[in-house]
């Protein structure tokens, strides 16, 4: 299982080309064809990191908005206290597919929001 910064590359590389997403991105072609090759010769963290800045973005159903994967966990993990907005958030995101942070059994539950 390739991990999922890889996953968007991967998937903006096929949509468009590997000279556009990397132009997109601001690396060169050579280092994004490297990475999709898993070839890449040095530490990729700041390259995943940058495309799940620009590529990784999740369309909220509930702010009605694109979010990175990063806010989507946050949204979605510890159940908060603090306000009913919140928390209106944070049951909305536990039957969201974009939901990894989901708890077994909440999956086709409907929860008010």
Not at 42 to 57: F, Q
Not at 70 to 81: D, Y
Request: proline share 7%; glycine share 8%.
């Amino acid at each position: 299982m390739s991990a999922p910064w890889l996953d968007f590359l991967a998937d903006e590389a096929a949509r468009t080309s590997i000279a556009a997403t990397a132009r997109r991105l601001g690396y060169s072609r050579t280092a994004v064809s490297l990475a999709l090759a898993g070839k890449y010769p040095g530490s990729t963290d700041k390259l995943a990191a940058t495309v799940l800045d620009i590529l990784g973005r999740l369309a909220c159903p509930h702010l009605e908005r694109e979010v990175t994967p990063g806010e989507c966990a946050v949204n979605g993990g510890q159940m908060p206290t603090s306000s009913p907005a919140a928390l209106r958030l944070w049951r909305a995101c536990q039957t969201c597919p974009h939901n990894t942070t989901r708890r077994p059994g909440t999956a086709g539950k409907e929860h008010a929001a």
